[in-house]
């Protein structure tokens, strides 16, 4: 029986793979926007190279923030690695816990949100309206609740990237006592 449960992990590949070929979409999506920019500079040097300029890099950071996430969950909860393998790879790229994998996926939207509140201003001409702040505010909220994820019991604290698994049992029990 848990040889089969074992077995079934096997199905984050999908999840792993999807992620990193949706990656490689926003990738290419990114780099003709950034084509289209070249083209806006000859034609129409005014706001549109900014805002497409923008809307280029909106689409590259989250390239980039999608091999991250398709990279945690591959190496994360797919792949065993030896401590010695582990160690070789770069920070960004091990995940020890579902707890780390949430707060990454939080700080993915808020990066996307920041990026596309930029493009937005970018993007306009004219004086904002108030209900322009329900992005900013969102974001706010966003980070603010990451906070509190980060800080509550059994997720460490913030920007605390050690895990469990590699603290001494002395450890825990004197963080449980405080």
Same mark, same amino acid.
């Given at each position: 029986?848990? #040889?089969?449960?074992?077995?079934?992990?096997?199905?984050?590949?999908?999840?792993?793979?999807?992620?990193?070929?949706?990656?490689?979409?926003? =990738?290419? +999506?990114?780099?003709?926007?950034?084509?289209?920019? =070249?083209?806006?500079?000859?034609?129409? !040097?005014?706001? $549109?190279? @900014?805002?497409?300029?923008?809307? $280029?890099?909106?689409?590259?950071?989250?390239?980039?923030? /999608?091999?991250? =996430?398709?990279?945690?969950?591959?190496?994360? =909860?797919?792949?065993?690695?030896? !401590?010695?393998?582990? $160690?070789? /790879? !770069?920070?960004?790229?091990? @995940?020890?816990?579902?707890?780390?994998?949430? #707060? %990454?996926?939080?700080?993915? @939207?808020?990066?996307?949100?920041?990026?596309?509140?930029?493009?937005?201003?970018? +993007?306009?001409?004219?004086?904002?309206?108030? #209900?322009?702040?329900?992005?900013?505010?969102? @974001? %706010?909220?966003?980070? *603010?609740?990451?906070?509190?994820?980060?800080?509550?019991? *059994?997720?460490?604290?913030?920007?605390?990237?050690?895990?469990?698994? #590699?603290?001494? !049992?002395?450890?825990?029990?004197?963080?449980?006592?405080?």
């Amino acid at each position: 029986m848990i #040889n089969i449960l074992l077995k079934l992990r096997f199905v984050m590949a999908l999840a792993s793979i999807g992620v990193i070929a949706a990656a490689g979409l926003m =990738f290419w +999506e990114g780099l003709l926007t950034l084509w289209h920019a =070249f083209a806006y500079v000859r034609t129409d !040097p005014d706001l $549109a190279v @900014i805002a497409a300029v923008m809307r $280029a890099t909106d689409k590259l950071l989250f390239a980039i923030v /999608l091999v991250i =996430f398709g990279c945690a969950i591959a190496l994360g =909860f797919l792949v065993d690695l030896s !401590p010695e393998q582990r $160690a070789a /790879l !770069p920070d960004w790229m091990v @995940i020890d816990s579902v707890a780390e994998l949430k #707060n %990454l996926f939080i700080q993915m @939207i808020i990066l996307y949100l920041v990026v596309h509140f930029a493009t937005l201003v970018a +993007e306009t001409d004219q004086m904002l309206q108030w #209900n322009a702040l329900v992005l900013p505010i969102s @974001i %706010l909220l966003l980070a *603010g609740a990451m906070r509190l994820i980060a800080d509550s019991p *059994g997720h460490g604290a913030y920007g605390d990237h050690t895990s469990v698994q #590699n603290k001494s !049992p002395a450890s825990i029990a004197s963080a449980d006592d405080s």
